[in-house]
């Protein structure tokens, strides 16, 4: 199981630098429908009444529709058409779903409800709303500000799951959301925390990184303060989808990363951050 899992972070990697690293930005835009179209899929699979396919048609128009938007996005003169539904969703979509998710989001996790039914609408139609944000978030800012500015945003939910998981193992004592995920730990989350602190504060002195674009916009309180935000924000996502499994009765949100579950489950934490990340370096647009 460990190899598996290696192989298969290995490959993830590889796969993720060669489309940033990639001299044209089509390459990795397509990796974002890919990935978007996935984890939409696996997350109505979770939330759907019953057993059916439409969770698979769901996502494969979503990719149709991202794959037009990219096309225009990427053209020389992009058609009129592009440059106001642009617009609206940066204007309306990101900042209507950064606020589910700093709300909704939060008092779902807080109230734990892991016994309720899986099927709900609502929460099927804000999966399509979050991933669409996310995805509009996450181009936006490579086509903007290039691949380092990407991956030191990523480095922030990465640093803050790596040092959340290694900090619950050593120290984890309270529980943080047992009803939801038992394994969990408020010294976990601490420690997580403090890591995508520490990096967004370390990374501000390094031109073209996230933390740098804060710090252009931002005293030092307030990079410390969003700092702290978008960590706990990755972890409210993460323990979304960990309640979204309990209320479906699965493990993973599907088997398409061996070893590592599904692709929701490797961007769950990244969902909720996106957008809001998008909102504080660029504004309501």
């Known amino acids: 199981m460990l190899a598996q899992r290696v192989v298969t972070a290995v490959v993830m990697l590889a796969v993720l630098l060669g489309a940033l690293l990639a001299p044209q930005p089509w390459i990795l835009v397509a990796l974002l429908v ?105 181009v936006q800012l490579f086509l903007r500000h290039g691949a ?29 959301a047992p009803r939801v995920s038992p394994g969990k730990t408020w010294e976990g989350a601490a420690g997580g925390v403090l890591a995508a602190t520490v990096w967004i504060v370390a990374s501000s002195f390094v031109q073209g990184s996230f933390g740098f674009a804060l710090r252009q916009r931002w005293s030092w309180t307030g990079i410390i303060v969003i700092a702290i935000g978008l960590a706990a924000l990755s972890i409210i996502g993460d323990l979304f989808e960990s309640l979204l499994k309990r209320r479906a009765g699965v493990k993973d949100s599907s088997g398409l990363l061996p070893g590592h579950g599904g692709v929701y489950d490797r961007i769950d934490a990244l969902l909720p951050v996106a957008p809001v990340a998008f909102l504080l370096i660029a504004g309501w647009q």
């Open 34 to 138: 890919v990935v978007a179209a996935s984890a939409l899929w696996e997350w109505l699979r979770l939330t759907w009444p019953a057993p059916s396919s439409m969770p698979l048609v769901c996502a494969l128009i979503v990719a149709a529709v991202f794959s037009v938007l990219a096309r225009q996005w990427l053209a020389a003169a992009p058609q009129a058409w592009f440059a106001l539904l642009l617009s609206l969703a940066m204007r309306w979509l990101l900042p209507a779903v950064a606020a589910v998710w700093v709300l909704g989001g939060v008092g779902l996790v807080v109230q734990g409800r892991s016994s309720a039914r899986s099927g709900s609408v609502c929460l099927g139609v804000f999966g399509i709303a979050a991933v669409a944000a996310a995805w509009l978030a996450l």
């Open 148 to 176: 380092w500015f990407l991956v030191s945003l990523l480095a922030l939910v990465w640093f803050a799951d790596i040092a959340a998981y290694f900090s619950g193992k050593a120290f984890g004592r309270r529980k943080l």
